[in-house]
Structure formats: C-alpha cells, structure tokens
C-alpha cells in the first residue's frame, strides 16, 4: 500500500483531532482495558488508539499497511493475519472511511475477537461532502450513515452493545494542509463543504458503536 500514509505519518501523530477528543476516550473506554486485556488497534496511524489503551494497562497490537506508520504488524484490515478469537477487543478509530471494503474489514475484526469490536468513523453527511472528501484526499472511499454501520454489524455476526454519535469540531485550514490540499483544489472542497464551514470550521458527525458477539 501506498507510501502516500507513510509520508503523512508524522502529520497524523501530531494532528489535534486524531491525537485527542470524546471519540478517542469512547474508543478507549469501550475496548474495556486493563492489566492482561489484548486489544488489536487496526488502522493504528500515529498510533493515539494504542497508547492510551497501554496507558490504561492493556497489551496492545497495532496493524497498518502504510510502512510509515510503524505498526507492529503491516497488513489491511481487510485480511488480518491473525488466528481466530486472538484478542479480547479489536478497535478501529477515523480510518474505516480509507477501508476498500469496510465491511469485510469488520467481518475480519469480528473474526479475530473472542469478545468486543469498537468501530468509530465520521459519518455520510451528503453526497457534495463525499465529493469533497475524495477531492481532498483522493484515498477516501465513503463515509457510511448509521443504518448502513447497522447493517454491517448484522453481518458481521455482532450485536451491537453500545452506540453513541457525537459531533467533532474540525478547523478546516490544517485539514487541508494535512494532505496538501491546496491552490484551486482546496477553493473547490471548501465550495462543496458549503455552508458546513462556520470561521473555519466545520462539525463532523461521527459515530462510535461497540459490538460484541451474539
Ligand atoms: C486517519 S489514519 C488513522 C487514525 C488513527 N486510527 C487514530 O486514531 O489516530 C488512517 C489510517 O488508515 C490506514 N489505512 C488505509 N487503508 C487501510 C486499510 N485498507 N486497512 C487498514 N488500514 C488502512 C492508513 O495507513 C492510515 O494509517
């Protein structure tokens, strides 16, 4: 996979609004870490969902497919390379809507967990966001809406336990920048993100759901 996340990696270790925030602390929580707990952290990025689960005692694996991204395992989500039932919890944080099938990843995170999957992803807005998003960061592939999220759970054999949708304030400028997004193309995200963008900055509904199995 594209070296593309590998050049960016620094940017995502230090960006505010993967570095902290309720999601991250909703993630946490609802992995349910402690001393002797394994938690798989996919799409781990600058690595935020991992620390603060080994903060909180847990024995964390983390997987990325970008080599830059320094995880302990390099693959997709889409085939883990792990036995069956491996860990307790299986998270994934603001990288499902990067996914090229985001329900067969979850078929595979549910595959891997004895117990708990924590999914937690910006959700479809409208289809000029969904332009906007691709134009900015041409790896985008969809954000889902919360029956589609329901869906995918039913398939992949999870009920889901817990579910909480919130909304996370972005500011648009160093999102752009994050990816290089500039010039006549950052005119046109910021056209399509219409009234969305208020000073700068733009609320992202996100959702965060914990499955367990049946
Ligand atoms: C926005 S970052 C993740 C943020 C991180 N989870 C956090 O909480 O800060 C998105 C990550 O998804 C990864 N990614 C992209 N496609 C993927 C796939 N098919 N499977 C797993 N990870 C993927 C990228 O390499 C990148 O590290």
Redo the contacts with the bound molecule.
């Keep these: ?2 070296d593309v ?2 050049d ?2 620094d940017l ?1 270790r230090t ?1 505010a609004i ?2 902290a925030g309720d999601d ?1 602390d909703l ?1 946490v929580e609802w992995c349910e870490p402690a001393a002797g707990v394994n938690v798989l ?9 991992a620390r603060r689960l080994r903060e909180a005692g847990a024995n964390v694996v983390t ?4 080599p830059g ?1 320094q ?1 302990d395992v390099l ?4 085939h883990l390379p792990f036995a069956d039932a491996s860990f307790d919890a299986v998270a ?4 499902a809507h ?4 985001a329900l067969g ?1 979850l078929k595979e995170m549910a595959r891997v967990a004895s117990h708990r999957v924590v999914i ?1 992803d910006n959700t479809f807005v409208s289809e000029s966001s969904e332009e906007a998003d691709r134009l900015r960061d041409p ?1 985008h592939v969809r954000n889902y809406g919360v029956a589609e999220w329901a869906s995918f759970f039913e398939l992949a054999g999870l009920e889901v336990a817990e579910q909480r949708f919130m909304e996370r304030p972005l500011e648009i400028e160093p999102w752009l920048a994050r990816v290089d997004c500039t010039g006549a193309d950052a005119a046109r995200v910021r056209e399509l993100l219409g009234d969305r963008i208020v000073d700068g900055w733009m609320n992202l509904p996100t959702l965060v759901i914990k499955g367990v199995h049946r």
């Design positions: 996979m594209t996340w590998s960016r990696a995502y960006s993967h570095s991250l993630v952290d996919v799409a781990t990025g600058g690595g935020h969902v997987v990325d497919p970008a991204m995880a693959s997709p989500a889409e994934t944080r603001l990288a990067h996914f090229a099938d990843a937690c790896s």
